[in-house]
């Protein structure tokens, strides 16, 4: 009964910011990667920026520099700060985490929230 539940999206003028919540929930003994992905319709997922637990950040060459991962594993919340925003950054951004329950090591998906980014 795990759940990541987004939140955060909404209408953005070009060259504005948002902040991603991502929120994990359920039976959970730890979390491994966590990370943020999006989709256009007609086009294949693609990853965004993704953190360890440790720290270890990764991020797609579109977002470098503008866009910012962390999380806080107390919390088990993960959070995508989003700066300089561009049009072609619409999209729906998707959560993912790798958790640890007590007897397996899965992957979790969110259903996503839109970032709408338009003048």
Same mark, same amino acid.
Do not use: H
């Given at each position: 009964?795990?759940?990541?539940?987004?939140?955060?999206?909404?209408? !953005?003028?070009?060259?504005? +910011?948002?902040? &991603? +919540?991502?929120?994990?929930?359920?039976? *959970?003994?730890? *979390?491994?990667?966590?990370?943020?992905?999006?989709?256009?319709?007609?086009?294949?997922?693609?990853? !965004?920026? =993704?953190?360890?637990?440790?720290? &270890?950040?990764?991020?797609?060459?579109?977002?470098?520099?503008?866009?910012?991962?962390?999380?806080?594993?107390?919390?088990? =919340?993960?959070?995508?700060?989003?700066? +300089? &925003?561009?049009?072609?950054? #619409?999209?729906?951004?998707?959560?993912?985490?790798?958790?640890?329950?007590? =007897?397996?090591?899965?992957?979790?998906?969110?259903?996503? #929230?839109? !970032?709408?980014? +338009?003048?």
């Amino acid at each position: 009964q795990v759940q990541l539940v987004e939140s955060g999206g909404a209408l !953005v003028q070009p060259g504005g +910011s948002l902040r &991603l +919540s991502c929120a994990a929930s359920g039976r *959970i003994f730890s *979390i491994n990667t966590m990370g943020w992905y999006r989709q256009v319709p007609g086009k294949e997922r693609e990853l !965004v920026a =993704t953190e360890t637990r440790g720290g &270890l950040t990764n991020y797609a060459d579109f977002v470098k520099g503008r866009f910012t991962i962390s999380r806080d594993n107390a919390r088990r =919340t993960a959070y995508l700060q989003m700066d +300089s &925003l561009e049009p072609e950054d #619409t999209a729906s951004y998707i959560c993912n985490a790798n958790i640890l329950t007590a =007897t397996v090591a899965s992957d979790y998906w969110g259903r996503g #929230t839109q !970032v709408t980014v +338009s003048s």
